[in-house]
């Protein structure tokens, strides 16, 4: 597997790499970052890595802006906080091309590697570009992002972060015919972590774990309702776990214009027009998907880790 992340500006990318290192049916091949300042993500990840123990997944950097100069990049200016300080500065990416590292490793491992991509889909869309048959090689590619907001989703943002910040790298990736499992807002926002499971990794005698507890406690939505929705594991936990959510499959579209809507995805039943591009998950079991990820963090407490 492959990691795509714009890890930092919330804590669930860091999660979900956790759920990651503690599957056991997971290769992690390494961790590609993006968006803003793709150094300091990368450092993020990089402490991480070796937090728990782990010398030999690359992280490499990648794409800073969005594929037009248009867009308006978000830096929260927390990334970092909880987890780095000086003596991180030394924490250097692998390398600094995204794009080929994806390439490479795919083009390597032909119907093989599978790439979650939890973050805006620039350093994607790229290697898409840059090799025709990126798409067509890759065994699957997951995506946390878009919305529907059916009738029980007004409480939802209409665009949802990811595709906000890079529409048009979004519109490449449903273009590109590769085989798109997407997971929404709709599923995501209702599987979440709270304060007892947070206090249970502040009490682990890892520092990987405490300092998990750190960044979720720094997350600014936490901080206001004491829970974090796990939109990036729960991601991670689909493709090992499919049956925890409800798949449809449908043909989904990226607005690229508009002054509320750009970034807006859209969802349509398949026709002969617009036959389905992607399977997306609109249900979730809830109890189930929580008990995976609390299961997966717990395994990890109790697996040797870096003191």
């Known amino acids: 597997m492959l990691l795509d992340t714009d890890i930092g500006t919330d804590v669930d990318d860091a999660l979900a790499l956790a759920v990651c290192l503690g599957s056991p049916e997971i290769d992690l091949l390494g961790i590609t970052t993006v968006y803003g300042d793709v150094l300091l993500r990368a450092r993020m990840a990089q402490k991480l890595l070796a ?17 037009s100069d248009r867009r308006a990049r978000y830096w929260g200016g927390h990334e970092g906080v909880g987890l780095l300080g000086p003596a991180d500065e030394h924490l250097a990416p692998t390398g600094t091309d995204a794009v080929d590292f994806l390439v490479r490793q795919v083009r390597a491992r032909p119907k093989t590697v599978e790439l979650i991509a939890i973050g805006p889909l ?39 972060h990811n595709f906000a910040c890079d529409p048009e790298a979004a519109q490449v990736v449903f273009d590109s015919g590769a085989p798109i499992s997407l997971v929404p807002l709709d599923v995501t926002t209702k599987v979440a972590i709270g304060a007892e499971e947070v206090a249970r990794l502040r009490r682990s005698p890892t520092a990987f774990h405490r300092a998990l507890a750190e960044l979720v406690c720094h997350d600014p ?33 990226v607005e690229l214009g508009g002054e509320q809507t750009a970034g807006q995805s859209l969802f349509r039943l398949p026709s002969a027009k617009r036959p389905a591009n992607a399977r997306v998950a609109l249900g979730v079991d809830v109890r189930a998907a929580e008990a995976f ?15």
């Open 51 to 67: 937090l728990h123990g782990v010398a030999d997944v690359a992280v490499v950097s990648g794409e800073e802006r969005p594929l």
């Open 293 to 307: 990820l609390a299961a997966r963090l717990n395994a990890l407490i109790a697996a040797p880790t870096a003191p």
């Open 221 to 253: 939505r936490y901080r206001v309702a004491h829970r974090a929705y796990l939109h990036d594991p729960l991601a991670v936990a689909v493709l090992i776990r499919p049956e925890l959510v409800v798949w449809h499959d449908l043909h989904v579209t």
């Open 122 to 160: 620039t350093n994607v869309a790229r290697a898409i570009a840059r090799d025709r048959s990126f798409s067509a090689d890759l065994a699957g590619l997951t995506i946390m992002g878009g919305v529907l907001r059916g009738q029980e989703g007004l409480h939802l943002p209409i665009v949802e």
